[in-house]
């Protein structure tokens, strides 16, 4: 079998045959063959495209395509420089060896094309495209978006916000302080308060460098957060850029951006692995930090140096694109982002930048500054092969796309268009994995999202695979008198059908004070029980009672 390219086709030539021979009577321009890559024609002409020729030191053919010369076998091109690229000039990856981007073919003679593999991250696998041609391309087994299966989920992936509660339920928590200890300090990592209005604040002037790390890892994506502190003190905030934990030995390693103001020649700057290594454990001396930029001369020290006199704090923004970062900074009391502070460096600048390389978690971070509060969380998965930009549902099929200010409009795509049938794909929120085969979801083991509005909280409720529906919370109630008191409690959402079961306890500790009370009784009134509330009786035998509190379980459907 030969190649044709003028036919594009394989054909059969005899075994007796000379096989360049045979190829050049269907191939107008074929060149010949040659040891070196050809950069004009035998002639001395400007090469064309379709020119054809056999690399003797390679031992294959290659074909003019678009200015380039590509194998006629493998998944590469040579350059006019003799450089090897894949056909859309991503880096190249050779099992068991060095990457090939930009090697020359003497460098690379010694593998042969066996070695050389397909590109794509890993973990992913090969998918024929879908428009009739043979190209295949690369993508994740199982795609993660935003998945709703009825009115309410929508509505409230719509009007979602990043949830910090989520962020301090169950992001993993790091401390560092430049030894091989991960976390360094393990009380240090729980100095963090959820405050009553969403945001997080840390509670303690922490020895360690510590932070949260997303769950999801990303290598596009776009953050914006506000850091702020009312604490007097002048230390370290700021945002981890990317987060790996080496599998093996369990160190992690960091990309930080960090915002300081003791110190008049570091104020705003970009290190590497801040307080993780040993020559780094002094986290006053920025001499000994491997800084990957300095833009102190544009985020100058704010006199006086105390956080507590600089509101909103400072913000900071991220841009990531793959490999390539854009960090920027306000000055302190500002939240106008500084475009003259910009920071941008590219992972490919030093191969110390290698384990950050490919989809990694990100984080919010400070170091000895107490009440370090994060606040205005802004962010956005910006990866081109994503689908996290959208929101699907899956009764209407419509589509709804994130714009830049956070919000979603309908787009006139409709679900199909986007989705690729016969994959697998997972929402964001539920984890529930489906599988869709271009017009339905079939739900894996045959089950139903369970959703739950507030996580891992107080007052909140879940659905069951079979509509069963539990809600629970909590309640502060006024003070109690002599008598019989008489207090509506809403449930956090409405049960559609009916509820089965109410069952209430008394509270009593920090903030529900009854040390002084003798007895009150708690019951449901059954006549005062509704889909979307209840009626709980107090009655007080103590005389008064002061911060009376209930604790509640519902069942219903």
Not at 79 to 91: A, H, M, P, V, Y
Not at 269 to 284: E, G, L, P, T
Not at 364 to 373: A, G, N, V, W
Not at 403 to 426: A, H, M, Q, R, V
Request: aromatic residues 14%; hydrophobic residues 30%.
């Amino acid at each position: 079998m030969a190649f044709d390219p003028a036919s594009m086709q394989f054909n059969t030539i005899p075994q007796d045959s000379n096989i360049l021979q045979e190829m050049s009577k269907s191939i107008k321009n074929y060149l010949g063959h040659s040891d070196q890559v050809l950069t004009t024609r035998p002639d001395g002409t400007d090469l064309q495209d379709g020119d054809v020729y056999f690399n003797t030191k390679f031992g294959e053919y290659y074909i003019r395509i678009n200015g380039k010369w590509k194998n006629l076998d493998t998944n590469f091109l040579i350059d006019e420089n003799g450089k090897l690229k894949t056909i859309d000039g991503k880096e190249l990856t050779i099992e068991n060896a060095d990457k090939l981007e930009n090697k020359s073919l003497d460098e690379v003679v010694k593998y042969t094309k066996s070695n050389i593999l397909p590109v794509g991250n890993k973990n992913q696998t090969a998918f024929i495209k879908e428009d009739g041609s043979n190209d295949f391309y690369y993508d994740d087994m199982v795609k993660t978006g935003k998945f709703a299966l009825n009115d309410e989920q929508l509505q409230l992936y719509l009007n979602a916000t990043i949830s910090q509660e989520e962020v301090f339920n169950s992001w993993y928590r790091f401390s560092h302080d430049g030894s091989d200890n991960f976390p360094a300090n393990a009380d240090e990592t729980k100095a963090w308060v959820l405050n009553d209005d969403g945001t997080i604040s840390c509670t303690e002037n922490t020895n360690t460098y510590v932070g949260f790390i997303s769950n999801n890892t990303y290598d596009y994506y776009d953050l914006e957060v506000t850091l702020s502190s009312t604490n007097s003190d002048n230390d370290r905030m700021g945002v981890v850029l990317a987060f790996y934990k080496d599998p093996e030995t369990g160190k992690e390693y960091t990309i930080d951006a960090i915002r300081n103001n003791d110190n008049t020649n570091y104020s705003w700057m970009v290190i590497r692995n801040f307080m993780v290594n040993n020559n780094h454990s002094n986290a006053w001396d920025f001499t000994k930090c491997d800084i990957v930029e300095n833009k102190t001369d544009v985020i100058t020290r704010a006199d006086p140096d105390g956080w507590s006199n600089y509101s909103p704090g400072t913000v900071i923004k991220v841009q990531r694109r793959g490999n390539n970062f854009k960090v920027w900074s306000s000055q302190a009391g500002s939240d106008t982002i500084d475009e003259d502070s910009l920071i941008e460096f590219n992972l490919d600048d030093d191969p110390a930048f290698d384990v950050f390389k490919g989809p990694k978690s990100y984080g919010f971070s400070c170091r000895s500054q107490d009440d370090t509060t994060f606040s205005n969380i802004k962010f956005q998965d910006t990866n081109p092969n994503s689908i996290s930009q959208y929101i699907f549902d899956t009764n209407t099929q419509d589509v709804y796309e994130l714009n830049d200010d956070g919000t979603y409009d309908k787009i006139e795509n409709k679900l199909p268009n986007i989705l690729s049938s016969n994959k697998f794909y997972k929402d964001t929120k539920t984890k529930q994995m489906f599988y869709f085969d271009g017009v339905n979801f079939d739900f894996i083991n045959g089950n139903q999202y369970i959703w739950n509005q507030v996580g891992l909280s107080e007052n909140g409720y879940i659905k069951l695979p079979n509509g069963l529906i539990i809600q629970w919370g909590y309640v502060a109630l006024s003070d109690t008198s002599d008598t019989v008191n008489i207090y509506t409690i809403n449930f956090p959402i409405t049960f559609p059908n009916k509820v089965f079961n109410i069952q209430v306890t008394s509270r009593e500790g920090t903030g529900f004070d009854n040390s002084g009370q003798e007895f009150y009784a708690l019951t449901v009134s059954s006549t005062k029980m509704t889909n979307e509330s209840f009626d709980v009786r107090i009655l007080d035998n103590s005389g008064s009672s002061g911060d009376v509190g209930i604790n509640y379980i519902a069942i219903g459907y």
